[in-house]
């Protein structure tokens, strides 16, 4: 979003007006109050048909791109202030690069990849917990955006011009707005802790209520719509195979939603996942997640059958650091 650091900017200054008045006045432990969250990682898909050849007697388009699939290093970061025991101010950067599968029915006889698309996604909220009842409360502010998407100018935040500038793209991908959400561990205690975590969220996405110039009838199945209120979801499991519990396997489903400024309805998608988690200390996490996203036909940006899909494997280390 063009204004999205303006809007951070308000954010930012409101919520630490808050967390200041909200707080005793202790100038001595001030600092301590501050915790950086560091995490570099490396991506890799396992999209199996990003980069398939075309089937026979089709033409292939974004097939000549130098990297076709998205295997980097990546650093994530985030801020989080403690204004009391439960109640937390929070910050958080994240990337996800990927590659979606090879799309067949965009256009007749033609295959189509796209390459290694860049995602970033800035979030700024309040988490609380709610006593001792395993739930944890957050209210947030979220932006999402499109950076690049290799060797096209499709719908990232800047395309080059004529001259070869950077300028902006007005039908880049992104959308923001704010959430509400609870999450939930509860089930038999065991030494890595209860079993199961339930996630529900209400985001509410605003939009003009017609469709932007020069977004026109935007892309997407169906008709443009505005402002959307929506409630993703998930469920995962703590799997106690191991003896230690600081090894912790567990697997996870759901769904979520996305609606994106150039796209006229919004996209649901059936979210799987699996890893491991490592705790090596307190203030550090060693992680391998697979996560696996699948959308909904029904409400989906390219024709059936084909759907928007991927996989992607995350090597983590989630470093925590006082201030």
Excluded at 87 to 113: E, M, W
Excluded at 207 to 215: F, I, L, S, Y
Excluded at 221 to 244: D, E, R, T
């Amino acid at each position: 979003m063009r204004s999205f650091p303006n809007r951070l900017a308000v954010s930012l200054i409101a919520a630490v007006f808050f967390a200041i008045t909200a707080i005793p006045a202790y100038a001595d432990d001030f600092g301590s109050r501050f915790t950086i969250d560091l995490g570099p990682s490396y991506q890799m898909s396992g999209t199996g048909d990003a980069a398939a050849p075309p089937p026979a007697g089709d033409a292939g388009v974004g097939y000549t791109k130098d990297h076709p699939i998205a295997n980097s290093s990546q650093f994530d970061y985030g801020l989080d202030f403690l204004i009391d025991k439960n109640t937390h101010l929070f910050y958080s950067h994240s990337v996800l690069n990927f590659n979606i599968g090879r799309v067949l029915t965009l256009a007749p006889a033609t295959a189509f990849t796209f390459g290694t698309l860049y995602d970033r996604t800035d979030t700024i909220g309040l988490n609380r917990e709610l006593g001792k009842t395993g739930v944890l409360a957050r209210l947030y502010y979220y932006d999402h955006e499109r950076i690049d998407v290799t060797g096209f100018c499709l719908n990232q935040e800047k395309c080059p011009n004529a001259a070869g500038l950077q300028t902006g793209n007005p039908a880049s991908i992104d959308e923001h707005g704010y959430g509400l959400g609870l999450n939930y561990n509860f089930g038999p205690a065991t030494r890595i802790g209860p079993l199961f975590t339930a996630v529900a969220d209400a985001k509410y996405v605003p939009r003009p209520g017609t469709p932007p110039a020069p977004c026109g009838s935007c892309e997407g199945i169906g008709h443009y719509v505005g402002s959307q209120v929506f409630f993703p979801y998930s469920l995962s499991m703590k799997l106690p195979f191991a003896m230690s519990h600081t090894f912790i396997p567990f697997i996870g489903a759901g769904r979520d939603y996305v609606l994106f400024r150039d796209e006229a309805t919004p996209e649901a998608y059936n979210t799987t996942n699996f890893g491991i988690v490592k705790v090596i200390n307190k203030n550090l996490l060693l992680s391998a997640v697979n996560i696996n996203y699948s959308g909904v036909r029904s409400s989906d940006t390219v024709p059936p059958p084909d759907n928007v899909r991927f996989s992607e494997l995350l090597l983590k280390l989630d470093i925590k650091t006082k201030l």
